[in-house]
């Protein structure tokens, strides 16, 4: 150290070292430090003689700062300002974000993504910009408003004749006809009975058809693209058959051939099923709210574990890499595989290791010729009054994956959210190199 030459840092490169000059945050005297870039540097020396400063207080202080300065101006506002740290310069520093080795008590579900706030960013992006399609069809859902209604109204080409109508809701505590005197008394006059345009008082006087579809009328127009009080008039109207219908708005287009009838719906659902709307509580999984029912947002549930049914993986089946199968009495359930595997082509001699992921699968499933792993144990439990059955099942169950959510602990639903055909839970799957190819 003496006999060096000082050399000074304003001339080494920092695309080579890493430049801190005159340091003084807490202790540190104005000093002047060069660490070699991409290598492990470790920081040693007396205690109090400013490791921390150094490394926490002004390196990664300045590499937080620069982390969360490369976020929005509107992620921004919800940190706060970080002030640099006291120092000349400090060249050569990437964005850094730290994470301490303990294990975080205070909430057994954080994850690196929860510590390092990076998931907050996901949640939000996911909540705006996410979109619901239905597991049923793929389809994308939508929830119809007011302005969308009006605004197919008023696509169709002038002159178009249509009617607004919604389904007559039947209450419970109602007959029929209390329903249509109802409907007077609310100012309302026509009813549509299948096909036809009547006078609800009309209606009262007959017999009333129960099986017969019942709509209410609640007005009728030709689109005038320019006339502006027709446009209120109409957007009232469908406000109205929202309300009456309970969320169902019905506009039929009449033509002299036969009339189209378009049904739109207030609420977010499709195929049946009614969808949360994206928010940032359906991303959280450390609240009841987001979190998987199954494993309540721990990721991990009780299960039979793969790693103590298969403890030797280099084994084949018919060598036994089948634990709970080995033993005598429970050999009837590996025969019928050994002895049908040709006819499915199971590779009964194969190691257990060099099996596809298809064919592990299986052993887990079964087919027609042998009762798979999912069977057996189900069968285990089912006869977990006799003592070796509960004895046997104990020794195969661990902590494991959550099947309803693969790990990710957020609710099944929250998957049906996506940004470019991608949801939330098969994002933070992902390794990272795929990770950084679906952000950017
Ligand atoms: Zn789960």
Redesign the pocket.
Known sequence: MDTAQPVSVDTLDPKQFIIIKGAKVNNLKGIDVAIPRNKLVVVTGLSGSGKSSLAFDTLFAEGQRMYVESLSSYARQFLGRMEKPEVEYIKGVSPAIAIEQKVNTRNPRSTVGTTTEIYDYLKLLYARVGKTYSPVSGELVTRDTVTSVVDFIFSQEEGTRLMVLCPLIKHQERSLSEELTVLLQKGFTRIKVNDEVLFIEEVLEDELDESAEYRILIDRASVQPDDEDLQFRIADSVQTAFFEGEGICEIEIVTRESNELHRFSDKFERDGIVFEEPSVNLFTFNNPYGA????????K?LGIDEDLVVPDKSVSVYEGAIAPWRSHSMKKWVEPLLKNGIRFDFPIHRPYVDLTEGQKELLWTGNQYFKGLNAFFKHLESKTHKIQYRVMLSRYRGRTT?????????RKDAAYVKINGTSITELVLLPIPRLISFIQ
């Open positions: 998987c029912r199954t494993c309540e947002g721990f990721g549930v959550c099947p309803e959510c693969k790990g990710t602990r957020l």
